[in-house]
């Protein structure tokens, strides 16, 4: 009645279907985990440079510099099915309204780091040295929320801001925004949310005061490469 393959394609059934449940239970055990994380971020110094931004770069442009102070605390979002966590800083803009495009924002990412858990450090981009610093620092850990907390002074941004005008010099009402993307081990990519979801809560703080750009200044006729603007701490 039951042949070898019918028997075989009835034990790989029940094992699928094993399977999908307990990850749609494992999926599912998020939403029981509190996530309440918060930021404070503000910019420290603004550099508005006109050059070539990048070295593949074909010709001259103004691009913004952005160093920033930032003290976040993501460790509610760390659960024993994270695998790792993308956080990154925004600069955010209007845009000019042209024709159809109202209520549009500018946006560009200026720095990014990726955070793993202690059982993705496999992962992690890093030299043989500090990656073996990393393991010891969470042996015998699979939870390490301490690695949710950031703490930086006058950090250099990763990425310079351009636009496709070539101008970003007087842009205003700029602000920074921190951003973070959970990839957990089984369920599906989360964003930071802009609002309260059961025990999920959106970020607190994580926005910045609004600023303006500087201008590039000129001297002697010829543009000077560089204009700084520094906020009090």
């Known amino acids: 009645m039951y042949n070898s393959l019918t028997r075989v394609q009835n034990v790989f059934g029940f094992f699928t279907t094993v399977a999908f449940v307990v990850a749609a239970l494992i999926a599912a055990s998020d939403f029981t985990t509190p996530r309440t994380p918060s930021a404070v971020i503000k910019p420290?110094?603004?550099q508005v440079v006109k050059g070539r931004p990048h070295y593949y770069s074909t010709k001259k442009e103004e691009y913004a510099i952005i160093k920033f102070s930032?003290?976040?605390d993501l460790s509610s979002l760390f659960t024993w099915n994270t695998?790792?966590?993308?956080?990154?800083?925004t600069a955010e803009w209007p845009a000019a309204p042209t024709g159809d495009n109202m209520n549009q924002t500018n946006k560009a990412v200026i720095w990014d780091s990726i955070i793993t858990s202690?059982?993705?450090?496999?992962?992690?981009n890093l030299g043989p040295v500090a990656l073996k610093k990393l393991r010891r620092s969470a042996a015998g850990k699979t939870v390490d929320p301490g690695r949710g907390k950031l703490s930086l002074k006058n950090q250099k941004p990763k990425y310079q801001i351009t636009h496709p005008t070539g101008r970003i010099a007087e842009t205003g009402d700029v602000v920074l925004h921190v951003n973070y993307n959970i990839q957990p081990w089984v369920g599906v990519l989360t964003w930071n949310q802009g609002f309260d979801l059961g025990l999920w809560k959106k970020m607190a703080g994580?926005?910045?005061?609004?600023?303006?750009l500087p201008s590039l200044k000129k001297k002697d006729g010829d543009e000077k490469s560089k204009t700084k603007q520094k906020y009090k701490q």
């Open 44 to 46: 420290t110094n603004v």
């Open 70 to 72: 930032l003290d976040a």
């Open 83 to 89: 695998k790792q966590l993308f956080v990154y800083v």
């Open 118 to 124: 202690p059982s993705a450090d496999h992962l992690s």
């Open 206 to 212: 994580g926005i910045s005061t609004a600023f303006e």
